[in-house]
């Protein structure tokens, strides 16, 4: 089986592939035409991104990708000339929204849901906490992997450092609501009942009150009557973050890593899989971009001019030899790449790693996407 092979049959086998990578390594075009690839198979898929870059939507026909699904209409693929008979629907991850909906299917009634969703607190925790972005991503999958009107779901990650931080987001998130301090102060409210500082301890209690002469008493007020609240969810909020978690980790989810063969690209994407089989899974492939490949160059300079002529191709007097001059560089970046790539080999997993050419034009529309699907599998 080719390596392309091996990446077609993760289209076939697999319910979730999570692409994950570092900026600027074509991560994001990578997940747009394994969608359209799969398309093209007669699957119906989703692409799931979280932060869209202007360039998917621009390569898949649309003016900018938002928060609701949007199909890619056939027309585009027709104009492309490409037989589409499956579907391609891309979807923007709005971290609040998606929070709002993990609240409303959580809490017992509308008055509860609605004393969440205007706390304060809740308005800082649902767009601005650090991992919210990262768990509902997880969230967002979770919701939407069983949903029968797709065949294939692909998420694109972000593209940072901290790109597997999805990984234990749901742990994360919820260690953070239930630590101790957080468990201290919701005890000293529950035991009164009510908003005050007399079961406090004194030391406590004085720093408290400060805060409050800082910030306002209704401050104090809404952490509490959020904690209080969303106590009421926890148990159920617990036992979500951990089916989440679990799912990340199951047999229906692959994982993808792109690169490209820049040294400290590889460094990233072997760090990813590094920290992938700290969690108990392994990469299922890797996909290096922009790869230059050893061309022959013992062509003579009368040979390109004539293969030049046939094609009608006037370059000048020097043409042939900037022909052959530029053979030679792609031949020694080539070389270079080779040298780099063995980074990829040996590991523990044997992943397949596909390689996808530098394309001598920009990627930026579904024709020229098409080509980078042909190659990927």
Known sequence: MTVAEELSSLLETRRV??????????????????????????????????????????SLGLERVRTEAQSVAPEVFAAAGLDVPGSLTVMMLDTKSTFDALVTSLAKDDDRRQRIMGNVLYKYISTKLAGTQEYMAMEKLYAVKDDPAYDLILLDTPPTSHA?????????????????????FMDAFEQSGRFSLNLLQRTASSVLRGIGRITGGGFLEQVASFMSEINELFGGWKQRAELVSSALRGPEVGYLLVTTPDPMSL??????????????????????????????????????????????????ADGPKRVLDAAKQERRLGELDRLHLIALEGGEAKAAVVEVPDFPRDIHDVGRLAWVADVLC
């Open 17 to 58: 592939l999570l692409i994950a990578g570092c900026g600027g390594v074509g991560k994001t075009t990578t997940c747009a035409a394994l969608g359209l690839a799969a398309a093209r198979r007669g699957k119906r898929v989703l692409c799931l991104t979280i932060d869209p870059a202007r360039r998917l939507a621009e």
């Open 267 to 316: 460094r990233e994407v072997r760090f990813f899989a590094e920290r992938l089989g700290t969690q108990g899974v392994a990469p299922s492939a890797y996909v290096v971009n922009r790869v230059h490949h050893v061309t022959p160059t013992s062509a003579s300079e009368a040979e390109v001019t004539a293969t030049l002529a046939r094609h009608g191709v006037m370059l000048g």
């Open 164 to 184: 597997l931080d999805f990984l234990d987001a749901p742990e994360r998130l919820v260690d953070a609501i239930d630590s101790p301090a957080v468990r201290w």
